[in-house]
């Protein structure tokens, strides 16, 4: 695919999101993102600008809420040059309300939207790519199967009703069950559109622009802020272990999925290694003496065990598609921690 294509970019103002329309413009794309508002689309703009970006490249477009029915068709209907769409948007956050209003429905309604819009107003779009996530692979918690292997094939068991428990479990639901919607409209419309769909573990790395408020991240890398926090605080933190993905692989994986054939019809599986809080530490410590004595201790006795709680991820496949190597966790977490001093 060339530098002709017009991409739509849905959630353009999100974590990944940001890195991959900062990757399309570097690359030459005609780029239109949607945003919830024209403050956050300025705003994205004038980052772009103040990066050296040619951000005459980028547009956008106010969706202020994906849930609400024929949310994109005022887009498409104005952008009916658009080739590739990008589906990213989507509620990832567990500090919510009502987790079906909050989460399910949005993510739900929110790729139906996108989907219906493409099929009225999306005449020339050739690619679209949904970022799904691995909670729609493998579960976790009471659903998880420690030990057993989760590849591209693999599919979280949880149902809607057990997702309507509480926001972890909602979220991944949400993911889950909006993947489903989207390989089910494939096979019912059977569209001349070729699909991939991105499944990221844990994604950690820095921001793609400067970061004015350092107090909160993004849900995934409060993992890794939350290790600061709790260190300043004189707290212990949360034990993770799991698994991580750079997030500029994750940008750099969704252009790929549309720009390269072999992607077309893939689930695309982006994990890296696992990862446990104490690795995270231990790199902040070698890396940043400085911010040693700010560090919290850990017990590291109180860590969940991997083969209790983790599937063993296999994701030759996607790695084999992609065919390019992906950030270690010394390099993730040091990007992360550089930006936030
Ligand atoms: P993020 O920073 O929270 O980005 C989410 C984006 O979606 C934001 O632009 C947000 O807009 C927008 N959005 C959410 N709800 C919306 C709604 N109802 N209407 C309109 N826009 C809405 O999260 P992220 O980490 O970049 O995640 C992006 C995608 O990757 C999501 O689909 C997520 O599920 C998936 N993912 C993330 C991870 C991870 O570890 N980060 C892992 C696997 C999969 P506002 O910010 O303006 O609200």
């Not at 695919?1 to 991959?20: D, E, K």
């Not at 590739?84 to 429905?105: C, R």
Request: avoid cysteine; aromatic fraction near 10%.
């Amino acid at each position: 695919m060339s530098s002709q294509n017009v991409v739509f970019i849905s959630g353009a103002t999100g974590f990944i999101a940001q890195h991959i329309v900062k990757f399309l413009i570097e690359a030459g794309y005609k780029t239109i993102g949607s945003v919830r508002s024209e403050e956050k689309g300025e705003h994205l703009k004038s980052l772009l600008k103040s990066a050296g970006l040619k951000s005459e490249l980028f547009n956008y477009v106010v969706v202020k809420d994906i849930g609400a029915k024929g949310a994109f068709d005022e887009a498409l209907k104005a952008h009916p040059d658009v080739t590739v769409f990008l589906h990213t948007a989507s509620p990832f956050t567990f500090e919510v309300h009502n987790v079906e209003n909050d989460l399910l429905k949005p993510a739900i309604e929110g790729t139906i939207n996108a989907l219906n819009a493409i099929k009225e107003y999306g005449k020339n779009v050739q690619r679209v790519v949904v970022t799904s996530s691995y909670a729609a692979v493998a579960g976790f918690a009471d659903l998880a199967t420690p030990g057993k292997e989760a590849n591209e094939d693999s599919w979280n068991p949880i149902t809607y009703e057990q997702a309507l428990q509480n926001p972890f479990v909602g979220y991944i639901g949400s993911k889950k069950i909006a993947e489903k919607t989207v390989w089910k409209f494939v096979e019912e419309n059977k569209p001349k559109w070729e699909i991939s769909i991105i499944n990221p573990v844990y994604v950690f790395g820095p921001q793609a622009f400067e970061v004015k408020d350092k107090s909160k991240l993004n849900t995934s890398n409060e993992v890794i802020n939350s290790i600061l926090t709790a260190g300043k605080n004189k707290e212990e933190p949360q034990q993770y272990v799991a698994y991580f993905i750079d997030v500029r692989d994750v940008a750099k994986a969704h252009i790929v999925a549309f720009e390269k054939k072999e992607a077309a019809g893939q689930r695309l599986l982006l994990s890296e290694a696992p990862f446990t809080t104490a690795e995270i530490l231990d790199v902040i410590e070698k890396d940043f003496p400085k911010l040693k004595p700010e560090l919290p201790t850990l017990d590291k006795s109180k860590a969940p065990k991997f083969e209790d709680s983790e599937s063993i991820i296999n994701n030759e496949k996607t790695r084999k598609i992609l065919g390019f190597k992906f950030i270690d966790l010394k390099k993730s977490v040091d990007d992360t921690i550089a930006q936030l001093q």
